[in-house]
């Protein structure tokens, strides 16, 4: 399986990152079915936290639904804690089953057997549970209408939620959701994540992306060259390259070719630990490539920019011969559970790179991954055609959909794989498609700071708009 399934699209994947530690947060626990359709009678404790400081009877129930994280977000460091003071609701953060503290099976939850209860029903089930149980116990609530919130992966959930249970989830937002991702590569679908993200260097800047085309150029024909040996230390490579090994050399181009979609998705203005170790890392991109004159030096400095600032993902070497290295550049993600949602009902695909950007081709195999995840844990990842008549995620389905926020972004690569248009209503409560400039990888959804462009300002402005117009006319 190629690695940046994972990384170019969840990274995350979709993380919310606290500042709140875990000592500081009151989390509570909610006993569960391990298997909510009785295929087995065992239980186990879900983890959540709640905050009622803002609530008023009948108010909202603010949801955010944890997504690939081995940490929870404490919900006051969402956006949904802002929302829920605006909106007189209730602010809750669920931690997704085998994420984290959240396991089934305790230490061996993580086992190929053992996680065959981790299901998109199973985890929509979860959620169900958590805001029938919030209705019973706090006075006033039984009436209150709940609207999800998620990012990246959580905002293919976040839909999800809003698809297949209306009852219960009243309205969704769904940041940077990849609904469009899951095919093989005969589908030209599949190769619009590096796209855009050849698109965002080309209009930050043509010089500096001719460089950067160049610079893999250049690395391309030394990695089969005499001076093969020299990279090491050039590159800061943890082992000596040789031109004969062919699949070491293809995965050292992969890492450093993903460091500029790293950039691009997870351009924050400042540091998100776990996510992006560094600010602003598409401009400090750029002005690396238009300052620097050797190409292999272009590569050098724009992927130590991130692996050698401080952090999770701080590296003392490139282990280009490790096909997971590349997993430490968004450690967030706890990756053992991820790895088999995306075997399952997540089939992320969106690796393949084409002809004509600035970055070297890529075609991943389209049966690499089927066969990938018969060997790790016995299953066929769905098709897109299945997850769409299974999940109410067909075309049309989206487009005659009520009350979801489908949030992109202008620097996330996410974005080319989402929901990119629906049609004009005049009906309040259709679904909307937001654009923002200015944005990265479902930014919104953090908890508002001085850091924030306007354009991040005005979009959560709408957003909470948009719910107070819900509320009161749908």
Known sequence: MNNSLLFLIAASLGLGYAQTTTSECDYKWITQPIDHF??????FQQRYSIFDNFYKPGGPIMFFQGEESWYLDCVNTTVMYEYAKQLNGLAVSLEHRYFGQSLPFGQ?????????????????????SLVEHIKETYNGASDSKAIVASGSYGGFLA??????????????????????????????????WWRWVNRVYLDRSKEASDKIKNAFNVLQKRLVSLGVANLKQELNLCSTPSANDTVGNMQLVIAMTNVYSFATELNYPTVKPGRSPVANPLDKIINITLEE????????????????APGLSHASCFNHTDPNFIRTGVPLIETAPFDYI?????????????????????????????????????????????IDQRYHFSPDEIRN????????????????????????????CASRM???????????????????????TQLRNKEVQIFKEWLEFC
């Not at 489908?406 to 929901?419: I, L, M």
């Open 38 to 43: 009785g295929l087995t009678n065992g239980t």
């Open 108 to 128: 061996d939850s993580h086992s190929s057997s053992n996680m065959k209860f981790l299901t998109l029903d199973n985890v929509m089930a979860d959620a169900v």
């Open 159 to 192: 839909a999800a939620f809003r698809l297949n249970h209306p009852d219960t989830f009243f309205g969704s937002l769904a940041s940077a959701g990849p609904v469009r991702s899951f095919s093989n590569s005969s589908d030209p679908d599949t190769y619009n």
């Open 293 to 308: 004159t050797d190409p292999i030096q272009v590569l050098n400095r724009t992927f130590w920019l991130w692996f050698g």
């Open 342 to 386: 995306t075997c399952t009902y997540v089939p992320l695909k969106s690796s393949n790179i084409p002809d004509g950007t600035i970055f070297p081709p890529l075609l991943t195999a389209s049966d690499s991954q089927p066969q990938g995840c018969q060997l790790l844990y016995g299953v066929t990842p769905m098709t897109q055609q299945e």
């Open 401 to 428: 959909s009520t009350r979801i926020i489908w949030s992109n972004a202008e620097y996330d690569p996410t974005s080319a794989v989402s929901v990119d248009y629906l049609p004009l209503s005049t009906d309040p």
């Open 434 to 456: 937001i654009l923002t400039s200015d944005m990265a990888h479902r930014e919104d959804l953090f908890l508002p700071d001085a850091s924030d462009s306007e354009p991040l």
